[in-house]
């Protein structure tokens, strides 16, 4: 069973950075096999795709909100996958959770129902 957690979250004015950790548990598997994606869910709404990577890393994509702003990487020699948010704007905030996927990297984006593994989520407030 992947174990997914997730840190870096916090309360940042617009305008500022966060930059966001996932991490496989230190008993679970490694990410090295997984396509990774970070989703967010604001309240009241559906989790949405933010941005995904494959298992290489080699393939990206991002949700077109997020675009010139985000950068999804990871170090598979850490064992971790990061989102760096810059230029945050209110409608950035709520709580964003890693999920691990077997199988390929979507050409379509990063759809939910693709992912079998979920972190808890960390929250991220964007607020003047």
């Known amino acids: 069973q992947l174990q997914l957690v997730e840190s870096g979250g916090g309360s940042v004015q617009p305008g500022g950075s966060l930059r966001l950790s996932c991490v496989a548990s230190?008993?679970?598997?490694?990410?090295?096999?997984?396509?990774i994606g970070w989703f967010r869910q604001a309240p009241g709404k559906e989790h949405d795709g933010v941005s995904c990577?494959?298992?290489?890393?080699?393939?990206?994509n991002y949700a077109d909100s997020v675009k010139g702003r985000f950068t999804i990487s990871r170090d598979n020699a850490k064992n971790t996958v990061y989102l760096q948010m810059n230029s945050l704007k209110h409608e950035d905030t709520g709580v964003y959770y890693c999920?691990?996927?077997?199988?390929?990297?979507?050409?379509?984006?990063?759809?939910?129902?693709?992912?079998?593994?979920w972190g808890q989520g960390t929250q991220v407030t964007v607020s003047s």
């Open positions: 230190r008993f679970a598997l490694t990410l090295d096999y997984y396509t």
């Open positions: 999920a691990a996927s077997a199988g390929q990297l979507s050409p379509g984006g990063c759809r939910r129902f693709e992912y079998e593994y």
């Open positions: 990577i494959s298992s290489s890393g080699g393939s990206t």
